[in-house]
């Protein structure tokens, strides 16, 4: 399984924009980018996969580069609700996933 | 929303004592997982199941470890004599076909093991 890493913790003011680039040197070619949100006392929850380019959902933006190597998880305009710890995870679709969660960034939003 | 429940929110037991912990993953989900988390630590996995076996367990899933899913909706983690390091939330999650998929966490089981 590829080792991610990804900055222990960012900063960031009501209605910006957040980015969090994740490191993946070793992704494999199955391996899929994955990144979930959790709040404290809760269960991660899911926010969006991608295998290459941008994927865009109505949450986040998700940029591949053609190297794969990286990724970055864009959340426009952040609230405080937004405060929470952002996991990036890397894996394939096969049978038998095994997934595994690093330590995260710890996302504080201010007012 | 379909959603994954877990049964008990907390669960507080003595050291040595065995515990079950419940979940009723989303009924079209065809793989299920536990993981723990210790309070200010990053999630663990602990098994992922599939077709009615483990599909795959980390060296924390040890043999005070068992899961089952005794009829068509209960996924449920069972350790047999719990430790004071046990202590932790536990979740349960499922997805929807391949292993990788998006997967649905429940909202967690806190045990305490004093």
């Known amino acids: 399984l590829a080792k991610t890493t990804q900055p222990i913790s960012m900063d960031s003011y009501e209605g910006q924009e957040v980015n969090i680039t994740c490191s993946h040197n070793?992704?494999?070619?199955?391996?899929?980018i994955t990144w979930y949100q959790q709040f404290p006392s809760q269960g991660p929850r899911f926010i969006i996969q991608?295998?290459?380019t941008k994927v865009t959902n109505e949450v986040a933006s998700l940029f591949i580069p053609a190297d794969r190597k990286s990724s970055t998880l864009s959340l426009p305009r952040v609230s405080l609700s937004d405060t929470a710890v952002y996991y990036c995870?890397?894996?394939?679709?096969?049978?038998?996933?095994?997934?595994?969660f690093g330590a995260g960034t710890r996302l504080f939003v201010k007012a | 929303e379909p959603e994954v429940t877990q049964t008990p929110s907390h669960q507080v037991t003595q050291m040595g004592q065995e515990v079950i912990l419940r979940c009723v993953p989303i009924?079209?989900?065809?793989?299920f997982y536990w993981y723990r988390q210790i309070l200010g630590q990053k999630v663990e996995f602990l098994v992922s199941?599939?077709?009615?076996?483990?599909?795959?367990k980390s060296e924390i899933f040890d043999d005070q470890f068992s899961v089952e899913r005794p009829d068509g909706s209960n996924f449920t983690l069972k350790i047999r004599s719990t430790k004071l390091e046990d202590s932790a939330m536990y979740f349960c999650?499922?997805?929807?076909?391949?292993?990788?998929?998006?997967?649905?966490f429940g909202p967690g089981t806190r045990l305490t093991v004093t």
């Open positions: 999650a499922s997805s929807e076909g391949l292993a990788g998929d998006e997967q649905y």
């Open positions: 070793n992704i494999a070619t199955n391996d899929y």
């Open positions: 991608g295998y290459k």
């Open positions: 995870l890397v894996g394939d679709n096969t049978g038998g996933f095994k997934t595994i």
């Open positions: 009924s079209n989900h065809l793989y």
């Open positions: 199941f599939y077709n009615n076996e483990i599909s795959e």
